[in-house]
């Protein structure tokens, strides 16, 4: 999953709204995914480090981890499908957001590989110098880290494994979502002879090189909150300006810090807007029909008493979210300060997500690509290269580009989520397709089906195995 | 354009067919080039040095020279297109094969780009290290020599190009010969998003990772030796054993040192067996109507008087195309031992080209990837990576792959070339579609039109000036 909006905020001003992925946004994010079960087996490949270039380094290898499941595979001898998750940035313990493929494994008789990805966050254990604190030790140790090693990961793995299981002519569909959904997308673009489609949940593909207007995501959460409810989407609004105000005053952080329970003593107001920035595009991002947070949110806000002030609604929403048995960690951890989807952003992953014009919730925050770029300078010693995602992987006119080229991609969407503004929301050929859901959140499609799923969400998915059904039978009569 | 064959011959034995890329094989291939005029401006661009990765070095840029000819161009506010020529590893004064995009810039209104590759032979003086012997030092400065790095070279210049010349809507062609030809249709298949269509000639794509029979190669060598003439296929069929029985003999190898008019003495057989195969697999890849040398080599082996010996009708052979005014240098010389062809054939370019069967004129000589691996270990201190073009590019079942994916290439090969052996010889899909002619060799329809060219050539060209048309008013409709 990316992280929500910006997880850098170059020195001090809050120049890029969002929030460190810390516990306030982990918070959100957790309750949705799942762990796999015991039907998987972990497994490690030894995978070319540089599949690129032939220097001393490119001929050494790192143990990749997958999991695999062949509880339900039909075998190689049928067409029973492979289907490959192209990994977010979870490890293969963490939460995963996949439960669909488990889900319908036995539907489409599937053998199931997930792949732990390289490039994102070394949060699984496939790290190629030993230890995380060793990756992030120097630039020259992260420098393998980059989605087209990741592609060509996939890539070289599934020809190893078929050819192991030979099971060269099995079709095999790729799947993922958010960071993953965009792997899964261009891995049928750009290998099309590995897999024969791919379904990219929540990949906001045109999120790059100011194809989608910067504020997009701060507008789709903002319109999130105000179509839950107008008053609690004014009261975000006017808070701001409140918490600037009281910090203004004598011992203001002091105040502020008491007021929201801080662990610590707040050292700058930034701390305290970061982590509700966070809790609001998280909840926004990761809002679902279960846990509804937005709702919940509104729900405290609004629901105080006549008089109460904007501040102490703000507390309200918080609480209604994380509690308020405990204190509030507002600072920074060292753990949060760099993370693979940082050392992502800064190089190619940059994604000019800011908050510019005047209707939403947020500050006015433009991304600034200079202060941006200083940070990347200071923090990992290296530039984001703004241009590079579309160069290598399109975007630009992706409609007439791709109307006849490729086939067999399903773009899905909810629209509620916040990067569904950087998303493919129309169709683009008869066969790369999109599927949108107006009340639907960040990769809720891929998930594990539940029993508080609505209709539109199990419809979504019916969509989806039809599609792929599609997909498997036009490989077969072929 | 490719080497004919293996360039690399493993120790002493004659495992592998073919020459060094030498005077005997340049010879035959510097009569089909043709120099670019002064319609080109020469200019550099400061390429990223490693698009993939992100450590110090890949922020490090090296000069990369291209040329550029605006004469016929419609401009930016047209649909005039721009031919973009994926370079094969000729410098930019060297014999270009390119007169096609040449000849038709005018009726195209088209902008001429011809890009000096890095990653072949280093030919050209894009040298990233500043020097052919700086490149070719060590393995750690030839490291970025790939077709990856390659094709993202185009992309990223093209775009520099577009945005320059405010030609964002200008619709790109690729074209390019032999390892060119490959990088065009490659690019296409990798980068949709920068070009239109592809027009890749004598791109012998399929000839990786057993696709195609290793024998192929010598298989149609030999055909277009035969179908010349029955007795000169014969009288080269036995010359090898005739070599082998007068070297076996006192003073042999002084004998035949003699005989072929040697300058030195030469110290085995394997040195004038070498240069005769590359004399024969030069003229079959570079056989054209105006010169014909595989013709004339049968017309001197055939004609020469009843009676005489099978070696003096060899020697009669090689002097219709060399002359007998000079001595002949059959020893290597150490430009000839490495050459950017080398480096790519003994890392990802593994051509498992071999005279496997009997029914060849050429000694047996199997490819043996084992003996392949160890020379290249020995002078490059790397290891080929026999699967990695097919687990990049593909190539297995590509007709089933590509039938519902791509459009817009066109493969074009002519049948008495050996490399089309491993092209796309027949349509893929409505729009990959292969042009073959039965009398044609080694990209002989992107060469510059002259007087002697037969309607066939004329019509294969016309038929693709007719495709390329189509995509651009297809492109300009949309």
């Not at 270039?53 to 029973?80: L, V």
């Not at 998750?85 to 889900?103: I, R």
């Not at 703000?314 to 940082?342: K, P, R, Y």
Request: charged share 20%.
């Amino acid at each position: 999953m990316l992280a929500s909006a910006k997880a850098l905020r170059p020195s001090s001003s809050s120049s890029i709204i969002g929030l460190k992925k810390g516990r306030y946004w982990n918070a959100i994010r957790a309750r949705n995914g799942a762990s796999l079960h015991h039907d998987f087996e972990l497994r490690t490949y030894s995978q070319t480090l540089d599949h690129f270039n032939y220097g001393p380094e490119s001929y050494t290898t790192f143990q990749q981890r997958y999991a695999i499941n062949f509880k339900h595979w039909g075998g190689a001898s049928t067409s029973s499908p492979i289907f490959l998750y192209t990994g977010d940035e979870s490890s293969l313990e963490g939460d995963l957001f996949a439960g669909f493929l488990v889900d319908h494994a036995r539907r489409f008789k599937a053998l199931l590989i997930f792949v732990e990805v390289r490039t994102v966050k070394y949060y699984g254990k496939s790290y190629p110098f030993g230890s995380k604190k060793a990756a992030f030790n120097n630039s020259s140790t992260l420098q393998y880290f980059s989605s087209a090693q990741a592609l060509a990961d996939y890539a070289e793995l599934l020809r190893y494994l078929k050819k192991n299981l030979s099971a060269e002519k099995s079709p095999v569909i790729a799947m993922g979502g958010s960071y993953g959904g965009m792997l899964a997308a261009w891995f049928r673009l750009k290998y099309p002879h590995m897999v024969i489609g791919a379904l990219a949940s929540s990949a906001p593909i045109l999120y790059f090189d100011n194809i989608t207007p910067q504020n997009g995501y701060c507008s789709v959460v903002t319109k999130d909150f105000k179509e839950t409810s107008e008053s609690c989407y004014q009261t975000i609004k006017r808070s701001w300006a409140e918490i600037d105000n009281i910090a203004a005053k004598q011992n203001g952080l002091a105040t502020l810090s008491q007021m929201f329970n801080s662990c610590s003593r707040l050292s700058k107001t930034d701390e305290l807007k970061e982590a509700l920035e966070g809790l609001y595009v998280g909840s926004a991002q990761y809002d679902n029909p279960k846990s509804s947070p937005v709702s919940r949110i509104c729900h405290a806000i609004d629901g105080e008493p006549n008089g109460t002030s904007v501040l102490k609604r703000i507390i309200s929403g918080m609480n209604a979210i994380f509690g308020n048995s405990t204190c509030h960690n507002f600072s920074e951890t060292e753990d949060d300060m760099q993370s693979g989807w940082d050392w992502q952003e800064c190089t190619e992953m940059v994604m000019p997500i800011g908050c510019s014009g005047k209707n939403t919730m947020f500050e006015v925050s433009p991304f600034d690509l200079k202060k941006f770029s200083l940070s990347c300078k200071k923090i990992f010693n290296v530039n984001p290269r703004p241009h590079w995602i579309t160069t290598e992987y399109g975007g630009h006119n992706i409609k007439k580009v791709l109307k006849r080229f490729g086939s067999n991609i399903i773009f899905s969407n909810g629209l509620r989520d916040p990067y569904s503004s950087g998303g493919v929301l129309q169709n683009i050929s008869n066969s790369i397709v999109a599927l949108t859901t107006p009340k639907g959140s960040h990769c809720l499609d891929i998930l594990e089906a539940n029993e508080a799923d609505p209709d539109w969400l199990i419809s979504q998915r019916n969509a989806e195995v039809q599609i792929m059904e599609n997909w498997i039978e036009e490989y077969k009569r072929k």
